[in-house]
Structures are given as C-alpha cells and as structure tokens.
C-alpha cells in the first residue's frame, strides 16, 4: 500500500491545488461517449454527475483519488476543507446512481476499457481506507467496473502493450490494490490468472521505447503487474529473464528521461508523464529485489533522474497539468514507500 508519511507538505499542498483547480470543470472535455441519436448530445455533466471535469472522465476519476490520498497522508493541508466538500457533494447515491445508468447503457459497453475502470477501482480501494462514508457511497460504481473486469478478462486472447490508455498490464496492477483492500479473493484470483496467462512465459523483452505518445513504459509496467502477482523469489527469477541485460545497462532506453518538447501538445506531453510513470515503476521494481541485486541500485539512481526531470513539469499547461500531478504522487509514494 502506498505511504507519503515523510512526504514534504507543501508538495502535497500544490498538488492538491492543481487538482482543486480543475476537477470540476467541466470544459474543455474531450468524452469517450458513442452517439445512437440526437438524443445522446448532452453535456459533460448531464452525463456523468460526478466525474465530469478535468478534460476527460479518467482523469477526473484520478484526480478524486490524488485528492483522497493527500487528504489522508495530510490533512492538515489548506485544501483539505475543500476536498472534503467536493467528496461530499460529489458521492450522494443521486450521482453515482447517474454514472451507474450510464454505463448500463448498450453504447457504453467499451466505456474507458480498461484504463478508466482500473482507475475507479483504485479510487474506491483508496475510500475503503477513510473513515466516511465515501467508499460505500461509491460501491455501486466499484462493482458494475468488477462485473465488466470479470466479464471481459476471460475473452482478452491477447494483452495490449501499449505505452497508453489500452496496456492491459497497468490495468491489472490497479485493479490488484483494489481486490486486496476489498478482500475480494475471488476476483484477486482472476487478475493473477489473467496477468499469468499473458505475461509468465515473456522472456528477453525488446524494448523500443518510448513512443512518441508513451505516458507508460510498455516493459516496466509488466514488470510491476508481475511483482504484485508473484511471489518474491519467483518474481526475481521471471524479472532477469525478463530484462536479462539491464546489469550492463541495457536496453539504454529504459535509463534515459524522455525529452517533452511541446506541453502544449496533449500528445507529446505524454512523455511528461512516462518520465514519472517510469520513476513509479522503477521504484517499486527496487523494492522487489534483493538487497545486493546490482539491478536494485540502477533501479533506484533511474527512478530518481525520472522523477527530477518531470517533477518541476506538473503544472503550466492545461494539457499536462489536468492529469500530471496523478503520476507525480504515485511516483512520490512508491519512493517514500521503499524508504520506510
């Protein structure tokens, strides 16, 4: 579980900040929404009561989540009477009842698959840990995302590997964190049968990274399913026969930041966001490994330049900053968190 206990209060405070300034506002929006008629025009709002700002229905999830984290690990923060507001106006059974009806509808059967629903369930997983009323607020929404994981994975032939919303890996990384802080063995056993199915027998991984839209590292993010599906000494053992050359430094694409020329390119700045999606996994990836692993301190020195080199990117432009601030805190957490 994530932990920012030794994590610096004003960061938490801008973070908390840039996500106040844009989780309710509703345009620009760019929807994942399927037209049957004239009908169906609506507007952000009219069609997703909650989950209506920040550019697009993801990210408004997962700013809900940055704000419930921070809330938590620091609510001595100014913006916590905020956040507190927000959550409690936005969850009411009215709302999320709306979101519900939404996706029960037949247009919306591929709706945010899988990116958005791995989301919402990491957003629930963080409410289970608040003492409120807002994970059970949520449930409803946390169970029909279930139901479609449970519907869709035993039909997903093949994994999508892509740097972007599709990678079918990073979905099943969050979708773990919310089975284990809900308890739900069942479906637990269904990602790790999935995560097994598609990546258990990969092996020299040939990585050509990034793309020029990544905000994920195709490679690393695997890696990171697999560790919270494997066991310790079997994850190790799948890991160098994953990646068996990064001791030489190598693929040298996975050590070196990329370069973001344009934030005002919603595409581009993508790799903003790959920088500190990448600092996240290798994080998480160091602590996964044996002290003497010589892999461990590359890992951790590759995290570090990461981060360093996206953390001062998170605002500025609309175009990363309603989304960046979200990576900035995973990235952040996985540090603090291999640190206690």
Avoid at 196 to 223: H, I, K, M, T
Avoid at 274 to 280: E, Q, T, V, Y
């Amino acid at each position: 579980m994530m932990s920012l206990h030794s994590m610096d209060a004003a960061l938490a405070s801008q973070m908390a900040s840039i996500a106040l300034s844009h989780i309710r506002r509703e345009y620009p929006n760019r929807l994942d929404h399927v037209l049957t008629g004239p009908e169906d025009l609506q507007s952000p709002r009219a069609l997703h009561p909650v989950f209506y700002g920040s550019f697009d229905w993801h990210s408004c999830v997962h700013s809900y989540w940055l704000l419930a984290t921070l809330l938590r690990v620091h609510p001595e923060i100014p913006e916590s009477a905020a956040i507190r507001e927000i959550f409690d106006h936005a969850l009411t059974p009215q709302n999320i009842a709306g979101e519900c009806a939404y996706l029960a509808q037949p247009s919306s059967a591929g709706f945010e698959r899988p990116y958005g629903w791995a989301w919402l369930l990491e957003l629930q997983s963080e409410l289970l840990r608040h003492n409120s009323n807002w994970a059970g607020g949520l449930e409803p929404l946390a169970v029909a995302f279930v139901t479609r994981f449970r519907q869709w994975l035993p039909r997903a032939t093949y994994p999508v590997r892509a740097g972007t919303h599709g990678n079918t890996a990073f979905a099943l990384r969050l979708a773990c964190d919310y089975a284990n802080a809900a308890q739900d063995e069942g479906f637990r056993l269904i990602l790790h049968a999935a995560a097994r199915r598609w990546y258990a027998n990969d092996a020299n991984c040939q990585c050509r990274e990034p793309g020029g839209e990544d905000f994920l590292s195709p490679s690393l993010v695997e890696a990171q399913c697999m560790g919270v599906v494997l066991a310790r000494d079997e994850f190790r053992d799948w890991f160098h026969k994953f990646l068996p050359r990064l001791r030489q430094g190598e693929p040298h694409c996975l050590f070196q930041p990329a370069i973001v020329s344009d934030r005002s390119d919603g595409r581009i700045v993508h790799l903003d966001g790959l920088n500190l999606s990448r600092a996240w996994s290798w994080f998480e990836i160091a602590g996964l490994l044996a002290p003497d692993d010589r892999v461990r301190r590359l890992a951790i020195d590759t995290a570090e330049h990461h981060l360093s080199a996206a953390l001062p990117s998170i605002t500025g432009h609309y175009m990363g900053e309603h989304w960046l601030a979200t990576y900035a805190l995973l990235a952040v957490s996985a540090r603090v968190q291999r640190q206690s």
